[in-house]
């Protein structure tokens, strides 16, 4: 009972981050069907700057989480502007491969100017611990901020894609982009708001991850990237709720495979996960089924 | 003045030795005035700080050769590469090094994954290539149980670190239930797990449960959680600092307190960085030399390295110091910069005195050698004991 509840707290932990970066994923795909792996090193670059921000600045958690998002969405504009815009109407297979270029290359530009050295968080949230019978279960309070910093963002931006003027005009690109055009929306515009959002999001991982693990380095981009890709898959691309439910479905299950002894295949069942929902329901576990447009 | 009747000395020796070899196949190094070196290392990428002490370790011996007149009267030239921490990358650079280079030698790698990634290219091209740090068993001899003609090291293997740890937990601790978490990536981790479970087994003690992680990972909360219920009285974590402080940082969040046991992995001041201030504490490790031993060379060896480089020697500094000087050894013995001869040589090497303890080279290209044992203490390592081998 203890432990499953004390594998709740770290699953639900773990969870909350793939979510954060899974929503990004999701939006980005949603709005111009991109599968931006350039994504997770952008959490890379949020962490780095929110390491640059509490190391030598000696900023709190949350100016460097707010400065750190704003870093990373003029930086997901930049790369939409730069990189994905003027292929907008090439083939998919071109898109991706762009995509994975700009991954690396960031990646490698960062590894340049920050070394490939893992570097340390600073302590910026204190540690403290609290403890639940007799002390077998333990909730570290940065486990709560982290859990709600992300269902904090979460809300907000189903604020704004579901309340706001902007977040009409998103959703009407995402269903379609002529149509929209057509109706007086600026769909460049629109487009980098997605990724201004979508980044920011990352930004906001970046810094909770620095916050959590208290390493970080240039190349951790690549994991979290990938599973927040499954987490959005999982949930159905394209789906906002969907990208956050996958992403704590993704944590719990890692978790509980991980409780059970499972530790060696951990990975390679969350990607056996992926390939089944793949053939059962190719369009996610919250997607629902698109008809072909005539 | 002495500058110049070296040089004079050195010149009219090379010539001669010139004159004496026109028609060898490996002459090509013998006409330059220099004895090429290469160095393989990790400088960047997962495990750099192994690579660069290392290297920093090479480069202060050679320094110090050099200007006591070098070897068989010539200046050692090393030639740095980096391996980036990555597997094909250190074969292409070993590649590189003997077939553009020439080296007659090749130092490295560090870890004992990108050290066998290299060593096939030492076997086909017959250059020697030693190891300073690549602890595999498996590194020497090959699967079929015969030794690598050209491989050797001189550093102790897994085996015998997971055994010498096994010993000590349950000798000197007097712990008889461990559980163990183990890198599943690293054939390193590997190596000690196997070595640490037969021992500890086979003495007496029991092994609750056997779990794994990846090399990159960043949360070990779930699995710890789980090792906690099982209420080992020690953990055996064989993997490297950059996981392995996170691992105790995060267990240490969760109540889980016991004792934690690894290998030479650990050796690194980002261990302490990593896991975070007040944290690492009742953690042992097996190293290969601790600058608080008092002997006559590891004073002098600390002394000359803080001039260089301002900051304390570690064990890899250590052991690249060693293996400067047991390369100097071995082509002084060679006679010449000659790969075969200078394979034979090493092969023969008996009682060099280096800081990090006396090398013989055994049978199996492996030196007999013993284990220290450090303690952190409040994040800082301090000298425990010294494990004789039997």
Same mark, same amino acid.
């Given at each position: 009972?203890?432990?499953?509840?004390?594998?709740?707290?770290?699953?639900?932990?773990?969870?909350?981050?793939?979510?954060?970066?899974?929503?990004?994923?999701?939006?980005?795909?949603?709005?111009?069907?991109?599968?931006?792996? =350039?994504?997770?090193?952008?959490?890379?670059?949020?962490?780095?700057?929110?390491?640059?921000?509490?190391?030598?600045?000696?900023?709190?958690?949350?100016?460097?989480?707010?400065?750190?998002?704003?870093?990373?969405?003029?930086?997901?504009?930049?790369?939409?502007?730069?990189?994905?815009?003027?292929?907008?109407?090439?083939?998919?297979?071109?898109?991706?491969?762009?995509?994975?270029?700009?991954?690396?290359?960031?990646?490698?530009?960062?590894?340049?100017?920050?070394?490939?050295?893992?570097?340390?968080?600073?302590?910026?949230?204190?540690?403290?611990?609290?403890?639940?019978?007799?002390?077998?279960?333990?909730?570290?309070?940065?486990?709560?901020?982290?859990? =709600?910093?992300?269902?904090?963002?979460?809300?907000?931006?189903?604020?704004?894609?579901?309340?706001?003027?902007?977040?009409?005009?998103?959703?009407?690109?995402?269903?379609?982009?002529?149509?929209?055009?057509?109706?007086?929306?600026?769909?460049?515009?629109?487009?980098?708001?997605?990724?201004?959002?979508?980044?920011?999001?990352?930004?906001?991982?970046?810094?909770?991850?620095?916050?959590?693990?208290?390493?970080?380095?240039?190349?951790?981009?690549?994991?979290?990237?990938?599973?927040?890709?499954?987490?959005?898959?999982?949930?159905?691309?394209?789906?906002?709720?969907? =990208?956050?439910?996958?992403?704590?479905?993704?944590?719990?299950?890692?978790?509980?495979?991980?409780?059970?002894?499972?530790?060696?295949?951990?990975?390679?069942?969350?990607?056996?996960?992926?390939?089944?929902?793949?053939?059962?329901?190719?369009?996610?576990?919250?997607?629902?089924?698109?008809?072909?447009?005539? | 003045?002495?500058?110049?009747?070296?040089?004079?000395?050195?010149?009219?020796?090379?010539?001669?030795?010139?004159?004496?070899?026109?028609?060898?196949?490996?002459?090509?190094?013998?006409?330059?005035?220099?004895?090429?070196?290469?160095?393989?290392?990790?400088?960047?990428?997962?495990?750099?700080?192994?690579?660069?002490?290392?290297?920093?370790?090479?480069?202060?011996?050679?320094?110090?050769?050099?200007?006591?007149?070098?070897?068989?009267?010539?200046?050692?030239?090393?030639?740095?590469?980096?391996?980036?921490?990555?597997?094909?990358?250190?074969?292409?650079?070993?590649?590189?090094?003997?077939?553009?280079?020439?080296?007659?030698?090749?130092?490295?790698?560090?870890?004992?994954?990108?050290?066998?990634?290299?060593?096939?290219?030492?076997?086909?091209?017959?250059?020697?290539?030693?190891?300073?740090?690549?602890?595999?068993?498996?590194?020497?001899?090959?699967?079929?149980?015969?030794?690598?003609?050209?491989?050797?090291?001189?550093?102790?293997?897994?085996?015998?670190?997971?055994?010498?740890?096994?010993?000590?937990?349950?000798?000197?601790?007097?712990?008889?239930?461990?559980?163990?978490?183990?890198?599943?990536?690293?054939?390193?981790?590997?190596?000690?797990?196997?070595?640490?479970?037969?021992?500890?087994?086979?003495?007496?003690?029991?092994?609750?449960?056997?779990?794994?992680?990846?090399?990159?990972?960043?949360?070990?909360?779930?699995?710890?959680?789980?090792?906690?219920?099982?209420?080992?009285?020690?953990?055996?974590?064989?993997?490297?600092?950059?996981?392995?402080?996170?691992?105790?940082?995060?267990?240490?969040?969760?109540?889980?307190?016991?004792?934690?046991?690894?290998?030479?992995?650990?050796?690194?001041?980002?261990?302490?960085?990593?896991?975070?201030?007040?944290?690492?504490?009742?953690?042992?490790?097996?190293?290969?030399?601790?600058?608080?031993?008092?002997?006559?060379?590891?004073?002098?060896?600390?002394?000359?390295?803080?001039?260089?480089?301002?900051?304390?020697?570690?064990?890899?500094?250590?052991?690249?110091?060693?293996?400067?000087?047991?390369?100097?050894?071995? $082509?002084?013995?060679?006679?010449?910069?000659?790969?075969?001869?200078?394979?034979?040589?090493?092969?023969?090497?008996?009682?060099?005195?280096?800081?990090?303890?006396?090398?013989?080279?055994?049978?199996?290209?492996?030196?007999?050698?013993?284990?220290? $044992?450090?303690?952190?203490?409040?994040?800082?390592?301090?000298?425990?004991?010294?494990?004789?081998?039997?």
């Amino acid at each position: 009972m203890e432990q499953l509840l004390q594998q709740l707290i770290n699953g639900i932990s773990l969870g909350s981050i793939y979510a954060l970066i899974a929503l990004g994923y999701t939006m980005v795909y949603g709005i111009i069907g991109l599968i931006n792996f =350039a994504h997770g090193d952008i959490y890379m670059v949020g962490a780095y700057v929110g390491f640059a921000l509490t190391t030598f600045l000696g900023l709190g958690f949350l100016p460097a989480l707010i400065i750190s998002m704003l870093v990373c969405s003029i930086l997901g504009i930049l790369i939409e502007k730069i990189a994905y815009k003027p292929i907008r109407n090439s083939t998919r297979i071109a898109a991706l491969i762009t995509a994975i270029s700009v991954s690396l290359f960031l990646q490698y530009t960062m590894m340049y100017f920050v070394k490939p050295d893992t570097r340390t968080f600073p302590t910026v949230l204190k540690s403290k611990i609290l403890t639940f019978f007799d002390g077998k279960v333990i909730l570290d309070v940065k486990n709560i901020y982290i859990v =709600a910093v992300t269902i904090i963002l979460m809300i907000g931006l189903q604020y704004i894609v579901h309340r706001t003027k902007i977040g009409k005009a998103i959703r009407a690109v995402s269903l379609d982009k002529d149509a929209a055009e057509l109706m007086g929306i600026d769909v460049n515009k629109t487009i980098s708001y997605t990724f201004a959002m979508g980044s920011a999001l990352a930004g906001a991982a970046g810094v909770l991850v620095g916050v959590y693990y208290n390493t970080i380095n240039p190349l951790m981009g690549a994991g979290p990237g990938l599973k927040a890709f499954v987490a959005a898959v999982l949930g159905g691309i394209g789906v906002i709720p969907g =990208a956050a439910f996958g992403g704590f479905f993704l944590g719990m299950i890692e978790t509980v495979v991980t409780a059970y002894g499972g530790s060696i295949f951990k990975d390679a069942l969350s990607f056996g996960i992926l390939i089944l929902v793949l053939l059962v329901r190719p369009n996610g576990l919250l997607g629902k089924t698109v008809k072909e447009k005539v | 003045m002495k500058k110049n009747i070296l040089l004079v000395l050195s010149l009219v020796f090379t010539l001669s030795l010139l004159a004496g070899c026109t028609t060898k196949g490996t002459s090509n190094s013998l006409e330059s005035d220099t004895i090429k070196v290469g160095v393989n290392y990790e400088l960047s990428g997962s495990v750099a700080t192994y690579g660069q002490n290392l290297a920093a370790g090479v480069e202060l011996a050679v320094e110090e050769i050099n200007k006591n007149g070098g070897v068989l009267g010539k200046q050692i030239e090393l030639i740095k590469v980096d391996n980036k921490s990555e597997d094909t990358e250190s074969a292409n650079v070993a590649t590189r090094l003997v077939t553009r280079n020439n080296v007659v030698l090749l130092l490295g790698a560090a870890t004992s994954g990108n050290t066998k990634a290299a060593s096939p290219v030492a076997m086909q091209n017959k250059v020697p290539m030693i190891s300073a740090s690549a602890t595999a068993d498996d590194v020497t001899i090959d699967s079929n149980g015969k030794v690598r003609e050209y491989i050797f090291k001189t550093c102790f293997s897994d085996s015998f670190q997971g055994v010498m740890m096994a010993e000590f937990a349950l000798k000197d601790l007097g712990f008889k239930n461990a559980a163990i978490l183990g890198d599943s990536t690293s054939d390193y981790a590997k190596g000690l797990s196997t070595a640490f479970k037969e021992t500890f087994t086979s003495q007496g003690g029991t092994v609750l449960a056997e779990e794994a992680y990846q090399a990159k990972d960043t949360d070990f909360r779930a699995v710890l959680t789980s090792l906690k219920s099982k209420n080992p009285d020690v953990l055996f974590i064989p993997g490297y600092y950059e996981e392995v402080g996170l691992i105790v940082r995060q267990a240490r969040e969760l109540g889980l307190n016991v004792p934690i046991l690894g290998g030479d992995g650990y050796e690194s001041p980002k261990f302490t960085e990593i896991a975070g201030e007040g944290v690492l504490n009742n953690v042992y490790y097996s190293s290969h030399y601790s600058s608080m031993d008092d002997s006559a060379e590891v004073v002098k060896f600390n002394e000359s390295f803080k001039t260089k480089y301002s900051k304390e020697a570690d064990a890899f500094n250590a052991l690249g110091y060693d293996l400067g000087y047991f390369a100097k050894d071995a $082509i002084e013995r060679a006679g010449e910069a000659d790969t075969e001869k200078i394979k034979d040589a090493i092969a023969s090497t008996k009682d060099f005195k280096g800081v990090t303890g006396s090398v013989t080279i055994d049978e199996n290209h492996n030196p007999v050698k013993s284990v220290t $044992i450090i303690e952190m203490k409040d994040g800082v390592p301090t000298f425990l004991k010294k494990l004789d081998p039997k």
